[in-house]
């Protein structure tokens, strides 16, 4: 048996991995992701950022507010349509402003660990945000869970109080870094672990993408929220061809090692709090869906309407509306369906001489709505002080 804060970790992670283990017998495709965290030093407002740049052969995708129960936090985060019960969480944040997110890992683990006690990162995320606070009780319940862990990951972790740490983990061992560690305050991880096996593993193009993305800001210290939603995640900027494809007036790219990808399926940013701030205050920023395509929303605990209603599993099969519509205009960016047409996406769907892609009309309108919550935020921020 192991416990900790009380809860047999043994019978939560058997009820829930046989959940996984459907969703696996129906050929999940692995997962990738692009992700980093951000120092608070390094962004405009002082306050923290961690973005994931989800990508999943689970296509739909919806986000919910989790209520506190049984000595659980309440918690935000983004789930599978396929998984009605949440059994596994894929990036979200609590009511104490602890927030996670993972990447896959390909080259960490080297045991004979079978294929059907794996992938179970989803369901460590959700135990991490029912009962963590800290980025060392996140260390404290990866020491804790019973081994081995069916997991190779990268998993990004940060605080209320600022601390943000990835801990590159396997079935049995792990290593943190821990972003106070980093000078230039900037953390990027894709689809290998910096501990793991030299080479191997995937994503490499995507985590010079990334770095070249981010090193203006990196430099500047002047990063927001809306650069990840808005420019990185909509970004065809290539790190080995050195070419950015992004207004190049192409009609058709092949999709390799782009950030955004067809089985991209959402943006997220979770912004931390500044220091005298109340936890309350941390946001998740996401575009649901296709990124290129999507629209970008704000979602929040302890707020009524916290999180946007059109992101929820309310449609058919658990389907969130929004990831639907997203899916819609998706299907016109990879519109060719015979051979290998999956390969192809038609840029001019999303940018275009004329200013009529979706990237070009979607992001004046998420930057409005940035505005617009983040003067909410202002308001809430100062109600919270008041009642203190």
């Known amino acids: 048996m192991y416990y900790l804060w009380g809860i047999n970790f043994n019978e939560i992670m058997k009820k829930q991995v046989l959940f996984l283990l459907l969703l696996l017998a129906g050929g999940m495709a692995a997962m990738a992701c692009t992700s980093a965290i951000i120092s608070g030093k390094k962004t405009a407002s002082g306050r923290p950022l961690m973005w994931k740049h989800r990508d999943t052969g689970c296509l739909d995708n919806r986000v919910e507010r989790v209520k506190a129960h049984d000595d659980c936090y309440e918690f935000v985060a983004i789930f599978d349509a396929a998984d009605p019960l949440d059994?596994?969480?894929?990036?979200?944040?609590?009511?104490?402003?602890?927030?996670?997110?993972?990447?896959?890992?390909?080259?960490?683990?080297?045991?004979?660990?079978?294929?059907?006690?794996?992938?179970?990162?989803?369901?460590?995320?959700?135990?991490?945000?029912?009962?963590?606070?800290?980025?060392?009780d996140f260390e404290r319940l990866l020491q804790s869970l019973p081994k081995p862990l069916g997991v190779e990951a990268n998993f990004g972790v940060l605080d209320a109080q600022g601390n943000g740490a990835y801990f590159e983990t396997g079935n049995y061992t792990y290593k943190k870094y821990d972003l106070a560690d980093v000078p230039g305050g900037v953390l990027v991880r894709t689809n290998f672990s910096h501990s793991g096996r030299p080479d191997d593993g995937m994503g490499y193009v995507r985590y010079g993408n990334a770095k070249h993305l981010l090193n203006p800001h990196t430099q500047a210290g002047d990063f927001e929220p809306w650069m990840f939603t808005e420019v990185f995640s909509r970004s065809f900027y290539h790190s080995l061809l050195g070419k950015d494809f992004t207004s190049s007036g192409e009609e058709w790219l092949v999709d390799q090692d782009f950030i955004p990808r067809r089985i991209s399926t959402a943006s997220i940013v979770i912004e931390g709090v500044a220091p005298g701030e109340p936890?309350?205050?941390?946001?998740?920023?996401?575009?649901?869906?296709?990124?290129?395509?999507?629209?970008?929303?704000?979602?929040?605990?302890?707020?009524?309407?916290?999180?946007?209603?059109?992101?929820?599993?309310?449609?058919?099969?658990?389907?969130?509306?929004?990831?639907?519509?997203?899916?819609?205009?998706?299907?016109?960016?990879?519109?060719?369906?015979?051979?290998?047409?999956?390969?192809?996406?038609?840029?001019?769907?999303?940018?275009?001489?004329?200013?009529?892609?979706?990237?070009?009309?979607?992001?004046?309108?998420?930057?409005?709505?940035?505005?617009?919550?983040?003067?909410?935020?202002?308001?809430?921020?100062?109600?919270?002080?008041?009642?203190?």
């Open 87 to 136: 059994t596994a969480a894929w990036t979200g944040f609590n009511e104490k402003g602890f927030a996670i997110m993972n990447t896959a890992s390909y080259n960490l683990n080297d045991d004979d660990v079978p294929e059907s006690e794996m992938d179970r990162e989803g369901v460590v995320m959700k135990l991490a945000l029912e009962h963590c606070v800290t980025v060392d």
């Open 279 to 388: 936890s309350e205050l941390t946001t998740m920023w996401i575009a649901l869906g296709y990124p290129p395509c999507a629209e970008t929303f704000a979602a929040r605990v302890g707020v009524a309407g916290g999180v946007p209603s059109v992101l929820n599993g309310t449609g058919e099969n658990h389907h969130s509306p929004q990831c639907d519509k997203v899916r819609a205009r998706h299907a016109e960016v990879f519109s060719i369906e015979r051979g290998n047409g999956q390969h192809y996406l038609n840029l001019s769907k999303l940018y275009n001489s004329e200013g009529t892609g979706y990237c070009q009309q979607l992001v004046k309108k998420n930057m409005e709505m940035y505005e617009r919550e983040n003067g909410l935020r202002e308001s809430i921020k100062k109600r919270l002080l008041h009642k203190k």
